[in-house]
C-alpha cells in the first residue's frame, strides 16, 4: 500500500517563495506527480519526477529523493492566482498496480497581497 | 480538442437508488480511473482500466461497479451499496507503457444523496 504525507494548510505572500513537502511510504514506485486543483475543479498537472533531483518548469520545481521518500514542490513569485490545493501522487511500480496512483490529502495554499 | 467529459455535472439522487456517472475520452489513452473525492481530502481510487473489457478494483470499490466496453467509455454506477455517495467524483485517464503517464482529468460529477 501507499501512505502519502503533506501538510494541511499554508499561507504565503504575493512575491514570495513557498515550499510544500509531501513524504510517502510505498509498497512501489514508478514516479511522483504534483497536481494543482483550484476549489471546485479538476486537478491539473503541474511536474513530475522519477529520478532524484530537481525538475524546473518556470515559476515551479519539484524535487525528489527517493532514498529519503521526500519530495517538496517550490512555487516562486508568488501569485494571487496560485491559491489552491496542491496535491502530491505516487504511482505504483510494475506489478499488478502498474499505472495506479495514490494522492495525498493536498496541502491549501492561500496566497495573501 | 481533445479532452474528457463527465456527465452530468451535478446529480441529485434519493437513498435506494442507483446511478450512473458518463465518462467518455477521445485522447486514445489505454487506462481510465475512477476518483472519489470528499471535502479537504485528495482522492480515493474507485476502479481502473487498464484495457477494454478488463477493470481493477481500487482503494474504496465497495458499493460501486464499473464497465469497460469500449476504450472511450468508462462509466460508473454508485450502487443503494453505497453507505455514504455523496461526493465529487473525478474520472482520468492516461497513456500506458514508458514515461510520465499523466492523469487528465475531466470536470466533475457532485453527487448528492437528498
Known amino acids: 500500500g501507499q501512505n502519502i504525507d503533506q501538510p494541511t494548510e499554508m499561507t504565503a505572500t504575493e512575491g514570495a517563495i513557498v515550499q510544500i513537502n509531501c513524504t510517502y511510504q510505498?509498497?512501489?514506485?514508478?514516479?511522483l506527480f504534483w497536481y494543482q486543483q483550484h476549489a471546485g475543479e479538476a486537478p491539473t498537472f503541474l511536474s513530475y519526477?522519477?529520478?532524484?533531483g530537481l525538475e524546473e518548469k518556470g515559476r515551479f520545481s519539484s524535487f525528489l529523493s527517493r532514498s529519503k521518500g521526500y519530495s517538496y514542490l517550490l512555487l516562486k513569485e508568488l501569485q494571487m492566482k496560485d491559491s489552491a490545493s496542491y496535491l502530491c501522487?505516487?504511482?505504483?511500480?510494475?506489478?499488478?498496480?502498474?499505472?495506479?496512483?495514490?494522492f495525498g490529502d493536498g496541502t491549501t495554499l492561500t496566497v495573501k497581497p | 480538442d481533445g479532452g474528457i467529459t463527465q456527465s452530468p455535472k451535478y446529480l441529485f439522487r434519493k437513498e435506494g437508488q442507483n446511478v450512473t456517472l458518463s465518462c467518455e475520452q477521445n485522447?486514445?489513452?489505454?487506462?481510465m480511473y475512477w476518483y472519489r473525492q470528499d471535502p479537504g481530502q485528495g482522492l480515493r481510487l474507485i476502479y481502473y482500466?487498464?484495457?477494454?473489457?478488463?477493470?481493477q478494483k481500487g482503494d474504496i470499490a465497495e458499493g460501486y461497479s464499473v464497465s469497460r466496453e469500449k476504450k472511450e467509455s468508462f462509466p460508473l454506477t454508485v450502487t443503494s451499496a453505497q453507505k455514504n455517495p455523496t461526493a465529487f467524483y473525478l474520472c482520468?485517464?492516461?497513456?500506458?507503457?514508458?514515461?510520465?503517464?499523466?492523469?487528465?482529468f475531466g470536470a466533475g460529477s457532485r453527487l448528492t444523496v437528498l
Open positions: 501522487a505516487v504511482r505504483d511500480g510494475y506489478n499488478t498496480n502498474a499505472g495506479k496512483s495514490t
Open positions: 510505498t509498497s512501489g514506485f514508478n514516479g
Open positions: 519526477n522519477v529520478l532524484d
Open positions: 485522447l486514445n489513452h489505454d487506462a
Open positions: 482500466s487498464q484495457i477494454v473489457n478488463d477493470f
Open positions: 482520468a485517464s492516461a497513456e500506458q507503457g514508458p514515461g510520465a503517464n499523466v492523469l487528465t
